[in-house]
């Protein structure tokens, strides 16, 4: 009869090494021990944290990785959907690739919020939104090709009464 193969149990090997005492605590905490009390603390922008063993860990960065089953993968950034940095629920969380990716989110977020519509942008001039086919574009900014004239039209206006 195999046993478990936590240090000084005896009991019957149940799934992964471990009897059914042990392997219920691994399922539950990613550990086949119990860990010392874990005491919440809330960082700077409402996010939470552990310190865990010595080591201080966000806790929405713990909830990912046991939901992926192993470490995030370098660069990956985890954004919560209703942007509550205190709701840590696994499905209230998205593992982004990068941070360029997260942004994206949040800007599809902020257009779905303010027009109805995730693919529209904001114009840099008037800030109000709409399709960016119909816009035009420099460097990642969206204008409205009227405002853009107008906002050209002034400027030039602006710079021949102060001469």
């Known amino acids: 009869m195999?046993?478990?193969?936590?240090?000084?149990?005896?009991?019957?090997?149940?799934?992964?090494?471990?009897c059914q005492n042990h392997y219920r605590v691994f399922k539950r905490n990613g550990t086949p021990t119990p860990q010392r009390e874990r005491k919440v603390y809330v960082a700077t922008g409402g996010y939470l944290f552990r310190a865990i063993n010595g080591e201080t860990v966000y806790e929405h960065v713990t909830v990912a990785e046991r939901a992926l089953g192993r470490p995030l993968?370098?660069?990956?950034?985890?954004?919560?959907?209703?942007?509550?940095?205190?709701?840590?629920?696994?499905?209230?969380?998205?593992?982004?690739?990068?941070?360029?990716?997260h942004m994206l989110l949040?800007?599809?977020?902020?257009?779905?919020?303010?027009?109805?519509?995730?693919d529209w942008r904001p114009c840099k001039v008037c800030g109000q939104h709409d399709d960016p086919a119909l816009m035009g574009q420099v460097k990642r900014q969206f204008y409205h090709r009227s405002c853009i004239a107008d906002a050209s039209r002034e400027r030039r206006a602006n710079q021949r009464s102060q001469q």
């Not at 949040?106 to 995730?118: D, F, L, S, V």
């Open 2 to 18: 195999r046993t478990c193969i936590v240090e000084g149990c005896e009991e019957a090997h149940v799934a992964r090494g471990y």
């Open 73 to 101: 993968p370098p660069g990956a950034e985890i954004h919560h959907v209703n942007e509550d940095p205190a709701d840590n629920r696994p499905e209230n969380l998205v593992i982004c690739p990068s941070h360029e990716y």
């Open 106 to 118: 949040h800007q599809r977020m902020r257009a779905m919020r303010e027009c109805g519509n995730a």
